[in-house]
């Protein structure tokens, strides 16, 4: 055999130019027997060979022999060293040309060969992509669809290149949606659906093809699939099951795709979704949920939701959940319940719904994705809403959860969000009791932290919800504030050139309080405000200036 290849190798190279077809044909089949039987070594004695160089220009259309040498290209490329040599002696452009010939033989194997050779390596996936292989691929597809092998080929290639974003945009412009929809309504293996599956996730996550992709009647069939397998305990059935809802989910983050199938909140799809709600099924409880939380991104679907009752719906799901649930599950609910309170006509209604009480009783929840949508959920609630903000504030369990979350470094989230809750009771309620209640389960000291936040949103609530206690209850919060170093924080914001206008403005409402405070008084003094207050006499923002002129007025008086 080794004798044979040998002789093939040398005759490839010295008879491409004046040999007959048959002489090629017999140095290819010996090629590929060799292949077969050893295929690495083989691959090693063809790059020695220097006959790569030669396939080039044995790649041309009319030739009888083009399938064989793709083939053989194909079988080298497998290995990953013969890779860059493939790409060295030039054989990607004929191999792309290739594409646009009519034999399916060829096209398959050109397919392998071109797949083989750019297998994991970004560069020549985009480079394919460059040399506009994607419109041809689609084309193939919806010629060559009764063709499984060649079929198959385009959907391992489609899965390929569709991970580059590069890529989206030129699928965006053939009608990959609809060859795709129309091939996966014909499949009945699972292993098909599943190859579909792979290459419509990650085309999905273009906003384009979302809606080309629900206009070409995909939402129908996954439907369909989740009503077929929902019931299953086959273990393909399970994972059909969850790749359907999943990228049904997908296609709502789409604002376009989203808004098409809510229709007003009178969709079939939307009426299908919420019947996911009540199911036995955690993957459609889950993609039930998520899928109200899409939907509710903007005020006229939330208020539509709101006032067709999801919210009962969305509380008897935690209910489920509660003791020992699952935890994407209460994450997907409480971001949907997160989401519908964000309408102001919505809060008091979910108030008065009991959303705040369902929503505390997973307070016990150590997963800190919870705890984030649990925090974001209750600040939703309580905006301007001072009868809540208040009830909330005085629950010491609240405040003293709050307080121990405000210290999770190691969760950024909910130690952002535990912080900006504790303010928002203070500002939206602005009652004595809840300050008392935060003063003493030790929530000052956070406070005065979040004033010096790298977010200026964070910064001012923090500074607001500070200057309110300043006015409401001095004596109360005296001690914290100074050991927590506010005075030295306000010096520093407001001598720092680079602090926001409202953060300047919100700092000096705060110092003028703390003068109330003997022992605030005097670290005021003893820091030489004056001196960067007269400053902001002249700032550019009016507000700032004006505020400037009353401080320092409040500040001489009090020397």
């Not at 259309?61 to 079988?75: F, R």
């Not at 405000?406 to 602005?430: F, P, Q, T, Y």
């Not at 009652?431 to 209640?437: G, Q």
């Not at 403005?505 to 703390?514: D, I, P, T």
């Amino acid at each position: 055999m080794a004798d044979n290849l040998s002789d093939a190798l040398k005759k490839l190279k010295i008879t491409t130019t004046d040999s007959t077809a048959d002489s090629l044909e017999g140095c290819l089949d010996c090629l590929l027997q060799a292949l077969a039987q050893n295929n690495m070594e083989t691959s090693e004695k063809i790059q020695k060979s220097g006959v790569l160089q030669v396939f080039a220009s044995l790649l041309t259309p009319q030739s009888s022999c083009t399938a064989k040498v793709a083939n053989i290209i194909a079988e080298v490329a497998r290995n990953e060293f013969m890779r860059n040599p493939c790409v060295d002696a030039g054989l990607i452009p004929p191999l792309v040309q290739l594409l646009n010939c009519k034999d399916q033989e060829v096209l398959l194997q050109t397919g392998r060969a071109l797949g083989n050779i750019c297998y994991d390596s970004h560069t020549l996936q985009s480079q394919l992509i460059n040399m506009g292989v994607i419109p041809t691929l689609v084309k193939l597809l919806g010629i060559h669809c009764q063709n499984a092998a060649l079929t198959e080929m385009c959907l391992v290639a489609f899965g390929n290149l569709a991970e580059l974003e590069s890529s989206k945009e030129q699928f965006a412009y053939t009608n990959i949606a609809e060859e795709l929809v129309k091939l996966f309504k014909k499949q009945i293996e699972h292993d098909k659906k599943e190859m579909i599956f792979e290459v419509l996730a990650p085309l999905a996550e273009n906003d384009v093809i979302k809606l080309q992709l629900v206009e070409a009647g995909l939402v129908e069939c996954l439907l369909e699939i989740v009503q077929k397998t929902v019931d299953s305990d086959k273990e393909d059935d399970i994972a059909e099951l969850k790749t359907a809802s999943d990228l049904m989910v997908l296609l709502l983050l789409g604002d376009e795709s989203m808004q098409k199938l809510f229709e007003g909140g009178k969709g079939s799809v939307f009426q299908r979704v919420l019947s996911w709600i009540p199911s036995n099924s955690h993957q459609l409880q889950l993609a039930g949920a998520l899928a109200i939380a899409n939907f509710a991104r903007n005020d006229g679907n939330c208020i539509h939701m709101v006032d067709n009752g999801i919210v009962q719906k969305l509380m008897d799901l935690l209910d489920r959940h509660v003791e020992d649930g699952n935890v994407t599950v209460q994450h997907a609910a409480l971001s949907a319940l997160r989401n519908l309170a964000i309408p102001v006509v919505n809060k008091a209604k979910m108030l008065s719904a009991g959303v705040a009480e369902a929503v505390l009783k997973f307070l016990r929840s150590e997963m800190p994705p919870v705890q984030f949508k649990l925090l974001g959920t209750l600040r939703m609630l309580i905006d301007a809403q001072a009868e809540a903000a208040e009830q909330l504030g005085k629950n010491v369990k609240l405040v003293e959860r709050l307080v121990e979350w405000c210290e999770a470094k190691d969760h950024a989230g909910v130690m952002g969000e535990s912080n900006r809750l504790l303010s928002a009771l203070i500002r939206h309620s602005k009652s004595k009791d809840v300050i008392r209640t935060i003063v003493q389960s030790g929530g000052i000291k956070h406070l005065v932290t979040m004033a010096t936040s790298e977010h200026v949103i964070m910064q001012n609530e923090a500074l607001v919800a500070l200057a309110l206690i300043a006015a409401l209850e001095l004596v109360t919060a005296e001690k914290d504030l100074e050991n927590a170093q506010l005075v030295q924080i306000l010096h520093r914001l407001l001598s720092d050139d680079r602090s926001a206008p409202e953060i300047k403005y919100n700092s000096m409402v705060l110092v003028c309080a703390l003068i109330g405070s003997e022992p605030l008084q005097k670290e005021v003094q003893s820091m030489a405000f004056l001196e960067v207050v007269s400053k902001l006499r002249s700032h550019e923002n009016k507000t700032v200036a004006q505020q400037a002129s009353l401080t320092e007025q409040r500040l001489a008086v009090e020397s």
